[in-house]
């Protein structure tokens, strides 16, 4: 009835140090937080995150992983923890979703401000009101503007990979580094990741207190000093791109700040970020047999924002979002701002489910001319 | 080639692990997989579904499945309108539900396996062995995906799902 040749390693599910696991976004992500050794895990539940912090919880109580967990009432707590405990030196983890990130958000401007390292896994969801606990990038791009290395994931092992690099790289650049995975589609998806332990170097970072110590950070600040340290912070961020690249051949060769598909030839191209990059890539592979030249430019990073890239593109874009700001969606709206004019959908806020079909339709409708800006509905 | 089979089945009844389990089966048989529950709030005895995807090319889409190849029914009571190619479900006798149907009393076989409870019998073991059968996935594949997933527990899953191998039908 169908022929399904087992093509990968047949009969093996080794290769090398290579492991083959069928693991959701959410446990490999703490599978790779687990290789990391962190110090000190602090967290608070919260759908769909919730099964991170359980699986390293776990870990802990098997003797697996050799870290303290702190149980907190919220996760402005858990990044209160993370930030006292990154700032005497531990390497620190966290996992958020939605409310629970509008929840700490204030705590995510201090320990960014702080210059400490530290990583976070955000299972990217829909903020209320009204209620839904189903997947968008609400949630993720609230961050974009405290200072914050933030990364997109587009399946369980770019999930894993992005991990083990977000604490080299955070660790290196002294900012803050999240992995956001899209909710359920992702985080509750299992499916084939390889599993490899690479050797993360040992914590570093640009100063530590410890209770010993007479040091006071993060004063009053006068005159231009507050200023100063804004600056400072945005011109590493712009340049922890070059950490990112430097290391990504370490961590999975995904391409950088971006991915590439299909883009040499094209006359079309389609920015987007996040899980459903996977479907869009199904549907320009069906476009492409019928003849249209449309590639994807897959944003993997918010922040640093990969502006040469988007500079570079030279044909028609349509940008497809899953968080709004006005009635533009927030990824077109970052794209503009590179002097691109593009056209703007907004789809799948709350969990609608958006599939390979409704693509094909959106982009068609796209290189067809009959799209400005709206909202797929 | 990518083959997209949809779960139905009542919460509590081990869908979502039955996805799992097939899942890591094709994987050791060298193939890719992706299982995914419904996305929500998941009630026992209320009507859920869970996806499957196997494929020899990495799997890239994780949207829904919208017009499944195959279909897997926990329960012969829930009402199906279907147009599938392959259909397996939890019934003693022949019910037609796709072009192919495989036929099996999971829930006997798991009872006879004290696979039980609170009251419900847990079909995972048997109805994984009865689409291994379907989906021509090496039972010692599944044998090995049960142990990986169930560990010390596995045991009497072991025993339904073999059962269940041998002893499903089609029409």
């Known amino acids: ?377 | 080639m990518l083959l997209e089979i949809t779960i139905y089945c009542r919460g509590g009844q081990g869908g979502v692990t039955t996805a799992r389990l097939i899942a890591t089966a094709a994987m050791f048989q060298g193939l890719y997989a992706q299982a995914m529950p419904q996305f929500g709030p998941e009630r026992r005895g209320a009507t859920v579904n869970a996806y499957l995807r196997i494929s020899d090319k990495s799997i890239r889409r994780r949207s829904s499945i919208r017009n499944p190849y195959g279909l897997a029914v926990f329960d012969k009571k829930i009402n199906l309108n279907s147009s599938a190619k392959l259909g397996i479900i939890n019934s003693p006798n022949p019910i037609k539900i796709a072009e192919k149907t495989y036929y099996l009393d999971a829930t006997r076989i798991a009872e006879r396996n004290e696979l039980v409870y609170a009251g419900w019998a847990i079909l995972s073991a048997p109805m994984s062995g009865a689409m291994a059968k379907a989906l021509e996935i090496e039972i010692s594949y599944l044998e090995e995906a049960i142990y990986t997933e169930l560990g010390e527990k596995a045991d009497k899953s072991l025993e339904a799902a073999k059962e269940a191998y041998e002893v499903v039908r089609w029409t």
Not at chain 1, 11 to 21: A, F, I, L, P, T
Not at chain 1, 131 to 148: E, K, M, P, S
Not at chain 1, 167 to 173: A, I
């Open chain 1, 1 to 377: 009835m169908w022929n399904l040749q087992g093509n990968v390693q047949a009969e093996s599910h080794r290769n090398g140090s290579r492991v083959r696991k069928l693991l959701t976004s959410n446990e490999a992500v703490a599978e790779a937080v687990k290789i990391a050794k962190p110090d000190v895990i602090s967290a608070y539940p919260i759908t769909p995150q919730s099964p991170i912090v359980e699986s390293l919880a776990k870990m802990i109580a098997k003797g697996e992983l050799d870290a303290s967990f702190v149980r907190v009432e919220s996760e402005h707590s858990a990044m209160a923890v993370i930030h006292g405990a990154a700032t005497a030196g531990a390497r620190v983890f966290t996992a958020t979703s939605s409310h629970g990130l509008a929840y700490m958000f204030e705590m995510c401007w201090w320990i960014a401000g702080s210059r400490l390292p530290a990583v976070m896994a955000v299972a990217t969801r829909s903020i209320g009101a009204p209620w839904n606990i189903h997947g968008d990038h609400t949630d993720i791009v609230q961050l974009r503007d405290a200072g914050w290395i933030i990364g997109m994931a587009e399946n369980a092992q770019e999930a894993f990979d992005m991990t083990l690099q977000a604490f080299c790289v955070s660790e290196e650049v002294n900012i803050p580094f999240a992995v956001g995975l899209d909710a359920f589609t992702m985080s509750h998806t299992a499916e084939v990741v390889e599993i490899w332990e690479p050797e993360i170097p040992p914590r570093r970072q640009a100063y530590k207190v410890l209770p010993s110590d007479n040091f006071a950070v993060n004063a009053v600040t006068m005159g231009k000093a507050r200023m100063k340290a804004r600056y400072d912070l945005a011109v590493d961020l712009e340049n922890s791109a070059k950490v990112i690249e430097k290391t990504d051949k370490d961590f999975g060769n995904h391409g950088g700040l971006v991915e590439n598909y299909r883009l040499d030839d094209a006359d079309f191209a389609v920015v987007m970020m996040g899980g459903w990059c996977g479907d869009a890539k199904d549907a320009i592979d069906m476009l492409r047999q019928e003849g249209f030249k449309i590639g994807l430019l897959r944003i993997r990073f918010l922040r640093p924002f990969p502006k040469k890239a988007v500079k570079e593109l030279g044909c028609e874009v349509l940008v497809v979002d899953k968080a709004n700001s006005d009635l533009r969606g927030v990824l077109g709206i970052e794209v503009s701002s590179c002097g691109v004019e593009a056209k703007n959908v907004v789809a799948g806020i709350g969990g609608v489910d958006v599939g390979v079909e409704d693509l094909c339709r959106i982009f068609k409708d796209f290189m067809n001319g009959k799209l400005e800006m709206e909202w797929y509905l």
